[in-house]
């Protein structure tokens, strides 16, 4: 049923990437519970613009829990109070009339606030670019039930491959540790036939660009899987890091080639 | 705004220690070590049970296997893990200290325990603990009246000193955390992860927490309680 | 304007192999002399800028979001057509040519839709090779499953996150380019004009989201895959960010824009709550296979607890007048039936705009667990929305604008009326006709991506003299970027009172009543009349405040909704001069005395494509005949 509550924010406002920034307080009175946080966001921020103040920005696009775009620290907890729910599917019924809510962005120095609560994780791009994928140049792919793939295996990829790259799971990490986005993808494709060929190769690259980026390293807190709205497991993480094992013990340089 | 600037930074690129799995992995390594011989250390002093002479038995047994060498591969490979293992902490420590340089006003942890958050800590006040322990019981510079070659008497005389007691159990429940978390923690950095031992390994570092630091415990209380004597 | 569809000579089913042929090639030793701008990453634009960087072009790619994997693509749920009969249960190209023909009301290009069809087997091949993780049966083979009331199971999916699954795949191809230097990505660009030079697409101009610079980007190919245009309507099942201006953009500086009219009301969506409302979510298909959609039969009883309203006051409405589709009938036609029903003042829930879907029968028939397993997380997903439990209480749904058949007028070779601009996926008009079928837009995104383009962009480039590419201090990109920050500095000057938000919902609030599921001479004549006027009051009461050499999301919402309230009125003009009902244009005045679309082959057999003719004037509504070679024009029925 709605109901209509009052509630308090703080929110972290910062013009852009130079400036210090700092907590500013907004009241929000009679909040329909029905409402999602965005769109609590968005009468916040019609009202702040109707004053002529720049509303708060704040990254989002499909709302529903999909593209990883949206993402704040509400309350100390990236995507707020509700276990595996993103914060544009987050609804004000999560919260009790009177509450005070604290809106930052996720912090890690690989993530750098461009503005307001809007972050930069182009860091995952990168990540993803050295070795976040099959090379199959388009048109060359055998028949689709060429290899059969076991059943769990498939499963398993798919429970991995459900990450939205939202980047929660390094905003909850205490270390800003990017291991369980990272072995996520890793384990998809570790998981599947066609990802054999490159396995070693990719964890390799993938582990090395990941420290380029800065982030910090895994000491199995597991906050990120409690974070993560995607319930991406920390197993994951785990099977990376047999695969970066293997893969140092494995290693041998590649030979120089040469021929015609 | 571009993708960063395109072409990936390939300095990074360097040796498995450099690598911040690579770090983890010598961190459990060495974990491994120092968690297999604290373990075999609480189950060898056991023997203070069994009297002294069982006990000076022992301590003659281990310096002398060997010819006497025995003693000095194990204290090679021991001085080898904790350095390691005291460099990858540091150096892990640092990474991520920097990779959250700007924290949060306020975080609500959901899963990270007591034990998972105070690794360093505990690690720590371990590190200084073995120091202060071996100028205790095996060189004697901490000990006031210490005995050469005679571990048993060494082992009771030290652990009447309530003060030196004290310090040993508070080191003891250092060590019960940091392996609570470590143990369990060595297995994910080893890939030992499985749904159906999942469970088990949790059971296994709790088990082996309270047996190796109720064992180690043991000892001073027993002395204080006069069973020792 | 000329529209030469330029559809290859012979048989339908040789056509695309025999137009490979004759294509022209690009010496390889010269493909990197050429560049190629792709804006959007989606399916279309993410496989089109990976594949044509494969080949060896030079390839810059924009995208709005923050990274290419959240395209708007992302979203979609269901899953992907392909042809490949695997359940050899009678599917062949050639079925699923008919069947997307016929879904599209016989409003689409033959052509187009047969090399559609051909070339969706690549599809399922390239993708399963890039990892995506489709459902698979137990002994490893991929599965399918019927969907959108397709009599063959030919749709490949992914658990719920199809489209995500082979965005991912698009999204790591494309990152494999980058990573290799042969594409270079732009990330929060915004695409505000396109620059022709001699009548041909040479450049885009860009706005840096974060920065505020405005540059131009030359190119010897621009492909647009931006994306579809329904967030026109305000409230609709697509990405906040989703926006005509790439699109219409380029429509004002010459191309045409066909059947703008053409839009897709999706019937199973989570009703509006209130004012508050940003967008509206989508509940899979799937829920009509076993739900049943009902209102109470009296006025009186729509606000009263489902429990208190006995099983003879319901009117099982889509059963009653459909019996042998019931509730599975095809989108349009349930989404009209349930405003319907609301209109007669028989909806439910606070806002009155809402029916029931009921699982209490499929319950009772197939137990709680059966339940859960089959709909578990969309019934999590609606409750998570809601904060009500569909186990308990009904659900409440109700239609929502979810994709648009019309796009910018493209030829075979997906080439509009301006040389070198390249229009795919949703942003194009080619495939769908008046309606689209479930699970075909991922196959038409991919399709135009990885296997057309390539090879049409390659033909029309190898006309092309190497190195011939303008430089950016070409009077004509110094012109559109003077147009761009012009527009800019407009909006920021205009210190109004109103924010752009309003702006859009009003707008939104006049396209749904006058050109939505339902349309009307007068009604499409009054929103002709007042779209202009809301758009005048934009222009003078907007307010955006903050600068242009900043991130800031105000004004871009302000440059979006100006071109919405231009296609807006389009779209208008475009359904009141089509005098027919077909797919998801529907008129009132035409329809059958049961009250289905009514469409006449004789006058609109055709693609209605029109040209701009400067602001204010009337555009122009130009004609490409449709010829039906291999099918039979026949009426729907769904009875
Ligand atoms: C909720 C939902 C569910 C769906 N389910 C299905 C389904 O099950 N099966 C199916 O086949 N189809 C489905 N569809 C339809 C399908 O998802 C889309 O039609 C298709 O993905 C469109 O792909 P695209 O590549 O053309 O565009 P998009 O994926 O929309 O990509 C547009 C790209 O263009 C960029 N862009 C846009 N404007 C600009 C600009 N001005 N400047 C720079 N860049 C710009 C964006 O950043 C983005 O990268 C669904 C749609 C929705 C809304
Ligand atoms: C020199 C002082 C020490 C410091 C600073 C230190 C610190 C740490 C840190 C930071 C970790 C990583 C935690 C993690 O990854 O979860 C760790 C792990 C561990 N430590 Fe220590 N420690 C020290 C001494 C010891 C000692 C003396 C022992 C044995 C009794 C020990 C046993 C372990 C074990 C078993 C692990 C688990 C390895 C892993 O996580 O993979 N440590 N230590
Ligand atoms: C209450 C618990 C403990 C008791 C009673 C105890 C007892 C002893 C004794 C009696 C010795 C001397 C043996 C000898 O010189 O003959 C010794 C040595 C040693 N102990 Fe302990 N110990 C305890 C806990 C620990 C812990 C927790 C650690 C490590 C984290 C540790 C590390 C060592 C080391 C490194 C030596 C030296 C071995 C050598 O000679 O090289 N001890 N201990
Ligand atoms: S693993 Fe989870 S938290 Fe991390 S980026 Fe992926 S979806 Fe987000
Ligand atoms: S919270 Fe951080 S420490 Fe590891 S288990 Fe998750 S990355
Ligand atoms: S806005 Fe897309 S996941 Fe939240």
Redesign the interface.
Known sequence: MEKHINITLNVWRQKNAQDEGGFVTYEAKGVSTEMSFLEMLDVVNEGLIRKGDEPIAMDHDCREGICGQCGVVINGRPHGPRERTTTCQLHMRSFEDGATITIEPFRAHAFPVIKDLIVDRGAFDRIIAAGGFISVPTGSAPDGNAAPVKRTCAELAMDAAACIGCGACVAACPNASAMLFVSAKISQLALLPQGQPERYTRVRDMVAQMDNEEFGTCTNHGECEAACPKAVRLENIALMNRDFIWSSLTYRPESGGGGA | ????E????S????G?M????????VMAVTGVALFGFVTVHMLGNMQAYMGAKAMNAYAEFLHTMLHGAGIWVFRAVMLVAVILHGWAALS?TL??R????????????????WS??T?RYTGVILGCFIVYHLLHLTTGQAHPDFKVGDAYANFVSGFQQVGASAFYIVAQLCLGLHLW?GV??L?????????RY?KLRRTFASVVTVVVVGGNISFPIAVLAGIIR | MELKSNIPEGPLEKKWEKHKFDMKLVNPANKRKYKVLVVGSGLAGGAAAASMAELGYQVECFCYNDSPRRAHSIAAQGGINGAKNYHNDGDSIQRLFYDTIKGGDYRAREANVYRLAEVSNNIIDQCVAQGVPFAREYGGLLDNRSFGGSLVSRTFYARGQTGQQLLLGAYQALERQIGLGTVKMYTRSEMLEIIIIEGVAKGIVIRDMVTGKVESHMGDAVVLATGGYGNVMYLATYAKGCNTSAIWRAHKKGAAFANPCYTQIHPTCIPVTGDHQSKLTLMSESLRNDGRIWVPKKKEDCKKPVEQIPEEDRDYYLERKYPTYGNLAPRDVSSRAAKQVCDEGRGVGETGLGVYLDFEAATKRLGAHKIEEKYGNLFEMYDRITGEDPYKVPMRIYPATHYTMGGLWVDYNLMSNVPGLFVLGEANFSDHGANRLGASALMQGLADGYFVAPYTVGNYLAGLKPGSCPSADHPEAKAAEAEVTGRVGRLLGIHGKETPTYFHRELGKILWEYCGMARTDAGLKKAIQLIPELRQRFWEDVKVPGSAADLNQSLELAGRVADFMELGELMCRDALDRRESCGGHFREEWQTAEGEALRDDENFCHVAAWEHTGDGNVPKRHVEELKFESVHLATRSYK
Do not use: C, I
């Open positions: 705004m571009p993708v960063a395109q072409y990936l930074n300095a990074g690129k360097g498995f450099d690598s911040s799995v690579g770090k983890k992995v892990l990474d991520n920097k990779a959250r340089s700007k924290g949060y006003r306020e975080q609500q942890l959901q899963a990270a325990t998972s958050r690794m978390h369990w923690s297995t994910q950095t080893f890939g030992w992860a499985h749904p999942n």
